[in-house]
């Protein structure tokens, strides 16, 4: 399995960017997927999924109802659409297929991450 995150760059305070990310190497359709970030010194941490089948979407507290989580099973690629962005999204975003049976917001539940994408929101 193989993921590969783009989309990343700086934005001022206020402005949007969608992320992509494509798979390669396994059935797109046949998992949940996730986006998880991690900043300068922090742990890594839940941001968005969506169960497979694109059937129901999971959003950590602090982005619900800015972060929209989607996927094209055609492109077998997941996106997300990021709006109002704030100086506290500052991370490197990573996607990642949930390979466990677990909790969607739980990151040991997720496997094969690839190299992320830097966001920086600039004040």
């Known amino acids: 399995v193989q993921l590969q995150a783009s989309g990343g760059g700086l934005v001022q305070a206020g402005g949007s960017l969608r992320l992509s990310c494509v798979v390669s190497g396994r059935t797109f359709s046949s998992y949940g997927m996730g986006w998880f970030r991690q900043a300068p010194g922090k742990e890594r941490e839940f941001v968005a999924a969506?169960?497979?089948?694109?059937?129901?979407?999971y959003y950590a507290e602090s982005v619900k109802g800015r972060f929209t989580i989607s996927g094209d099973n055609a492109k077998m690629t997941l996106y997300l659409q990021m709006n109002s962005l704030k100086p506290e999204d500052t991370a490197v975003y990573y996607c990642?297929?949930?390979?466990?049976?677990?909790?969607?917001?739980?990151?040991?539940?997720?496997?094969?991450w690839g190299q992320g994408t830097l966001v920086t929101v600039s004040s």
């Open positions: 990642a297929p949930k390979i466990g049976s677990g909790n969607y917001y739980y990151r040991n539940q997720y496997g094969y």
């Open positions: 969506i169960s497979s089948g694109s059937a129901t979407t």
